[in-house]
């Protein structure tokens, strides 16, 4: 049984920007469908979650009140971005890419002309930044740090990625931190 808070099956986080610049399709983001999890009888519960897990007796309760016991138990809970506190940041122009949906509603935002600012510097601000040039997106790439990677990689490799990037046309920031999300009183945009 997997029990998953999304309501989708499971599907891959790092081909999401690829789903967003229209790279493949979608749905093609999930690892398997269905009938697979059907046909490998795993029951998935979507949309559901795990409120408490009673270790010594090993029955996990859902958010339904519902208890299920279990011989083994695997907790993959993934991680969350944290939410901005800032002004501007819940702004509707304002979009992550940690989910399938927000997947779609930026391959709504890729469109020939449009800028966009990406914070962080992680693989998938990379790709998204790389999906940006792909569409005519003018892509400005915010990094926190002096570097890219440079805790792992060390500063000339991360140099060499910054300058990949920029050879590209995407605008580099270092040393970054976003105080506050501005809206553009003449479109409304952010």
Not at 116 to 131: C, P, R, T, Y
Not at 143 to 159: C, D, L, M, Q, Y
Request: positive net charge.
């Amino acid at each position: 049984m997997i029990v998953t808070d999304e309501a989708h099956p499971v599907y891959s986080r790092v081909l999401l920007p690829h789903a967003a610049k229209g790279k493949i399709a979608p749905e093609k983001a999930f690892l398997k469908n269905e009938a697979w999890y059907a046909e490998k009888k795993i029951e998935l519960l979507k949309g559901r979650s795990v409120l408490r897990v009673d270790y010594a007796h090993r029955i996990a309760t859902l958010d339904g009140g519902e208890e299920i016991s279990y011989k083994k138990l695997l907790i993959a809970v993934g991680g969350k971005p944290r939410a901005w506190q800032m002004p501007g940041a819940d702004h509707s122009d304002v979009l992550q890419l940690q989910t399938y949906e927000d997947a779609l509603k930026l391959r709504e935002r890729l469109v020939p002309s449009a800028r966009m600012a990406i914070v962080g510097s992680g693989f998938i601000a990379i790709e998204l930044a790389a999906a940006c040039v792909e569409k005519g997106v003018k892509a400005t790439l915010l990094n926190r740090g002096p570097h890219f990677w440079t805790s792992a990689v060390g500063e000339k490799i991360g140099r060499a990625v910054q300058d990949a990037l920029e050879a590209k046309g995407i605008e580099v920031r270092n040393s970054a931190k976003v105080a506050s999300v501005v809206v553009d009183v003449a479109d409304g945009s952010a």
